[in-house]
């Protein structure tokens, strides 16, 4: 297992940018693929960008959100542009063991979570 811890989230106007941060500990993290999803209340859980080898985004996010991974410093990172209120929810990273690796959008195929941080874009 890796352990992932979340930041960086808040509250943002409409239209402005926020960097979520995503540090693991524990396991070789360069042998992971790291994920975000969100949920906004009364809602299942959304797949937003994943990293491993190349990078994934949800049709929602393209153009706006970038992921990058830094794995000496064992962090992934969430830059959200142009941000809009639809994009309010709570934001998870999650890790997958490359060898697991399959459904990027599935949160099934990921095995640990961090505990979210809360983002919210007013209008």
């Known amino acids: 297992q890796v352990q992932l811890v979340e930041s960086g989230g808040g509250l943002v106007q409409a239209g402005g940018s926020l960097r979520l941060s995503c540090a693991a500990s524990g396991r070789p993290f360069s042998s992971y693929a790291v994920g975000w999803f969100r949920q906004a209340p009364g809602k299942e859980r959304e797949f937003v960008a994943v990293?491993?080898?190349?990078?994934y985004y949800a049709d929602s996010v393209k153009g706006r959100f970038t992921i990058s991974r830094d794995n000496a410093k064992k962090t992934v990172y969430l830059q959200m542009n142009s941000l809009k209120s639809e994009d309010t929810a709570v934001y998870y990273c999650?890790?997958?063991?490359?060898?697991?690796?399959?459904?990027?959008?599935?949160?099934?195929?990921?095995?640990?979570w961090g505990q979210g941080t809360q983002v919210t874009v007013s209008s």
């Open positions: 999650a890790a997958s063991p490359l060898s697991y690796y399959t459904d990027y959008n599935n949160p099934r195929t990921y095995d640990s």
């Open positions: 990293i491993a080898w190349n990078t």
